[in-house]
């Protein structure tokens, strides 16, 4: 299992829950598919924020790529009924018959919520999109096979500890299941089989 690596300063004036959440995402351990690395968060969407970036990774090919960001209000926020915020954005290449099956969308959705209940990350007010686009290439790219993408993005507020505090790692869990569900990979061993009935991965791609 690979563990998790960042780094973020040391700020008396952040808050405690929101430091909290940062060591155990840079002390957690995920598929050793998967490789984790952070990034700039992003500004303006809440006050304290961290982003990590993830590609799932087979026989030296990426099969999926994806980001993490974990917001935080302490204050709270309306939208979020909570303080925290989790912010993300999964993708895959498909071959084309796979994003012509018009269940994709909800297959893909179920993928998120599955893993999430698989991992007991509980959470409040999902909400998400799952989009598919195909390239045709021609001219001097005549020679490229078409291709086809997958997008998931998505938001939801994990749900609070007495003291504001969130079990993170758990949910970083669920997101890298996420990823190796859309790159096609079977679920992880360690993988608890709570809330895991009816989600499957998409038949793998690659032999």
């Known amino acids: 299992m690979a563990a998790v690596h960042g780094h973020v300063g040391e700020d008396d004036a952040v808050p405690f829950p929101f430091q909290h959440a940062v060591e155990a995402l840079r002390g957690a351990r995920v598929r050793p598919e998967v490789r984790i690395e952070e990034v700039a968060a992003p500004r303006r969407l809440a ?26 209000e302490p204050r709270g926020h309306e939208a979020w009924s909570g303080t925290f915020r989790l912010v993300t954005l999964a993708r895959a290449d498909l071959e084309p018959e796979m994003a012509a099956d018009p269940l994709l969308p909800e297959v893909s959705w179920s993928w998120l919520t599955g893993a999430l209940a698989a991992r007991g990350a509980e959470h409040d007010e999902p909400s998400g999109t799952v989009s598919r686009a195909s390239s045709h290439f021609f001219g ?11 997008e998931l993005r998505a938001s939801w507020s994990p749900r609070e500890r007495p003291g504001g505090l969130i079990d993170v790692a758990a949910h970083l869990a669920a997101w890298c299941d996420l990823l190796c569900a859309c790159a096609g990979l079977p679920p992880s061993e ?17 032999t």
Do not use: C, Q
């Not at 001097?140 to 997958?150: C, K, Q, S």
């Open 140 to 150: 001097g790219l005549a020679e490229r096979a078409d291709e086809t993408r997958i």
């Open 47 to 72: 006050a304290y924020a961290y982003a990590l970036e993830a590609a799932v990774l087979a026989g030296g090919e990426e099969l999926a790529d994806g980001r993490l960001v974990l917001l935080h």
């Open 190 to 206: 360690d993988a608890p089989a709570r809330g895991a009935a009816g989600v499957v991965p998409l038949p793998k791609r690659r």
